[in-house]
Nanobody, 114 residues
Framework: QVQLVESGGGLVQAGGSLRLSCVAS????????MGWYRQSPEKQRELVAT??????DYADSVRGRFTISRDNAKSLVYLQMNSLQPEDTAVYYC?????????WGQGTQVTVSS
């Protein structure tokens, strides 16, 4: 089992920045990829960014504005979010992938005001 706890969400004005953090505990040695997803009331949960073995991938909507990074020694993954826009408003979830299971955090709310 892997437990994930996110932090760093909040309210920010358009154009502002936030940094999300996610700490993993438990059987972290089995994690081969981590990522961030988000969900707003009117949309399904969508991929924001993933990182695996130092290689990162981003949704088109956030590429160039968001940066994902990982500290393997501390079982942490970060999401630096810059130039935030109202459409980035959502609950952001941390994800950890192992074989055979995916694990999710409880989510952290990000609200961007116009």
């Amino acid at each position: 089992q892997v437990q994930l706890v996110e932090s760093g969400g909040g309210l920010v004005q358009a154009g502002g920045s936030l940094r999300l953090s996610c700490v993993a505990s438990g059987r972290t040695y089995g994690i081969y990829a981590m990522g961030w997803y988000r969900q707003s009331p009117e949309k399904q949960r969508e991929l924001v960014a993933t990182i695996s073995g130092g290689s990162a991938d981003y949704a088109d909507s956030v590429r160039g504005r968001f940066t994902i990074s990982r500290d393997n020694a501390k079982s942490l993954v970060y999401l630096q979010m810059n130039s935030l826009q109202p459409e980035d408003t959502a609950v952001y979830y941390c994800n950890a992938r192992t074989i055979p299971s995916d694990y999710w955090g409880q989510g952290t709310q990000v609200t961007v005001s116009s």
